[in-house]
């Protein structure tokens, strides 16, 4: 039951809206005039028979509900440091000590627009990933009925610009492989034989390899945490559980390496430095950046270049999409045009003799005129 009360105090007059929550819980809110009082308690009670009702008293701070959300997502180890990241450093600085209902959609735009233009701008993918981690913090709160709406829809935000993948000439792998110092050398080799995640590589253990069969199972990744040690994880996504067959130079690399190095980790991994623990991506890099140097390789060529050179050969040789998506562990074979379209053969001449084999007549030369005059007289 809601009412109206109208209240005088030093001469000042206000009007005391009451009504009573879900929870039963009486509930006030003062107005200056009697109208917004009723406008308001229209509002709420519209929203109670709907089931929509929000408290309009809610003092619940950005930075509190976002981080009872984050402890209670469902993510990888990895997604939840990254979140953890992004929250952080680019949301709390702005909006984490904000009632979560005082956030305004153009304040978010404003958000979007300096993270994008300040002079240590984030990338447009980048800025994308943190207005969906807000997003979906106001999704939740939406259903936790604290408030009625997300201040994120609507949101212009800033467009990816296409970057055209462009592989690595097989000089330049093979150059890499020679510049990797020995106990690496199989790992540039597995890398660009079998377009493998580098957490994936680096987590590859010894018996997920059927070197009979020449084929190697990818089911566990190597992840490094900020602070934490290396420890072996779930590849990235369901689509990431692959069995990949191995060409035989990479079996034989494989073969040389297990001989030479034996792994004495705990969880048989293949790539271990010298004392048996597992390759750090921080070590690894300190030793990559060199090889890049020596090899002659682009500025900025990373292991994951490797697994793009992989995708060229197979696409080279004739490969389908659904083949390449398979091998290299894509969650659908859109991710995998829109990574690699412009790699596979232009098909316009094909498509023209296609049509041209099955429609097209041969040329008839035409009668010649005279014979056919000849023919009618006789």
């Given at each position: 039951?809601?009412?109206?009360?109208?209240?005088?105090?030093?001469?000042?007059?206000?009007?005391?809206?009451?009504?009573?929550?879900?929870?039963?819980?009486?509930?006030?809110?003062?107005?200056?005039?009697?109208?917004?009082?009723?406008?308001?308690?229209?509002?709420?009670?519209?929203?109670?028979?709907?089931?929509?009702?929000?408290?309009?008293?809610?003092?619940?701070?950005?930075?509190?509900?976002?981080?009872?959300?984050?402890?209670?997502?469902?993510?990888?180890?990895?997604?939840?440091?990254?979140?953890?990241t992004?929250?952080?450093?680019?949301?709390?600085?702005?909006?984490?000590?904000?009632?979560?209902?005082?956030?305004?959609?153009s304040?978010?735009?404003?958000?979007?627009?300096?993270?994008?233009?300040?002079?240590?701008?984030?990338?447009?993918?980048?800025?994308?990933?943190?207005?969906?981690?807000?997003?979906?913090?106001?999704k939740?709160?939406?259903?936790?009925?604290?408030v009625?709406?997300?201040?994120?829809?609507?949101?212009?935000?800033?467009?990816?610009?296409?970057?055209?993948?462009?592989?690595?000439?097989?000089?330049?792998?093979?150059?890499?492989?020679?510049?990797?110092?020995?106990?690496?050398?199989?790992?540039?080799?597995?890398?660009?034989?079998?377009?493998?995640?580098?957490?994936?590589?680096?987590g590859?253990?010894?018996?997920?390899?059927?070197?009979?069969?020449?084929?190697?199972?990818?089911?566990?990744?190597?992840?490094?945490?900020?602070?934490?040690?290396?420890?072996?994880?779930?590849?990235?996504?369901?689509?990431?559980?692959?069995?990949?067959?191995?060409?035989?130079?990479?079996v034989?690399?494989?073969?040389?390496?297990v001989?030479?190095?034996?792994?004495?980790?705990?969880?048989?991994?293949?790539?271990?430095?010298?004392?048996?623990s597992?390759l750090?991506?921080?070590?690894?890099?300190?030793?990559?950046?060199?090889?890049?140097?020596?090899?002659?390789?682009?500025a900025?060529?990373?292991?994951?270049?490797?697994?793009?050179?992989?995708?060229s050969?197979?696409?080279?040789?004739?490969?389908?999409?659904?083949?390449?998506?398979?091998?290299?562990?894509?969650?659908?074979?859109?991710?995998?045009?829109?990574?690699?379209?412009?790699?596979?053969?232009?098909?316009?001449?094909?498509?023209?003799?296609?049509?041209?084999?099955?429609?097209?007549?041969?040329?008839?030369?035409?009668?010649?005129?005279?014979?056919?005059?000849?023919?009618?007289?006789?």
């Open positions: 039951m809601s009412s109206i009360e109208k209240r005088i105090r030093d001469g000042n007059t206000t009007w005391i809206a009451r009504w009573r929550d879900p929870s039963r819980k009486q509930r006030k809110r003062s107005f200056p005039r009697k109208l917004d009082a009723q406008r308001f308690l229209a509002t709420v009670e519209a929203d109670l028979v709907r089931g929509s009702y929000v408290d309009p008293n809610d003092k619940t701070v950005l930075r509190d509900y976002a981080e009872s959300w984050r402890l209670a997502q469902v993510h990888r180890p990895t997604t939840r440091a990254h979140v953890e992004n929250l952080r450093r680019n949301v709390y600085p702005y909006f984490g000590d904000r009632r979560l209902a005082s956030v305004r959609p304040e978010v735009q404003a958000w979007v627009s300096r993270l994008s233009s300040e002079p240590d701008a984030l990338s447009a993918s980048t800025v994308q990933v943190v207005h969906g981690i807000v997003a979906s913090i106001y939740a709160a939406i259903r936790d009925r604290l009625s709406s997300s201040p994120c829809e609507g949101t212009r935000l800033p467009k990816k610009l296409p970057r055209e993948i462009v592989p690595l000439a097989t000089e330049t792998v093979e150059a890499l492989i020679s510049a990797a110092p020995p106990r690496l050398r199989a790992l540039v080799v597995l890398g660009a034989g079998t377009g493998m995640r580098q957490g994936e590589c680096f590859l253990a010894l018996d997920r390899i059927d070197f009979l069969r020449r084929t190697l199972r990818v089911d566990q990744q190597l992840v490094l945490m900020p602070g934490k040690s290396t420890f072996l994880a779930p590849p990235k996504t369901s689509a990431s559980h692959r069995t990949i067959p191995l060409p035989q130079v990479v034989e690399e494989l073969a040389e390496h001989r030479r190095f034996a792994s004495s980790h705990p969880d048989g991994l293949v790539f271990t430095v010298e004392n048996g597992g750090r991506r921080t070590v690894f890099s300190r030793v990559w950046r060199p090889m890049v140097s020596v090899a002659g390789a682009p900025g060529t990373g292991f994951h270049d490797l697994r793009h050179y992989f995708a050969l197979l696409i080279r040789h004739g490969e389908s999409v659904k083949t390449v998506q398979s091998r290299l562990g894509h969650a659908t074979a859109a991710e995998t045009l829109d990574t690699y379209s412009h790699l596979w053969p232009d098909s316009d001449d094909r498509t023209r003799e296609a049509v041209d084999s099955v429609l097209r007549r041969p040329a008839v030369p035409p009668m010649c005129p005279d014979q056919g005059t000849e023919e009618g007289s006789g």
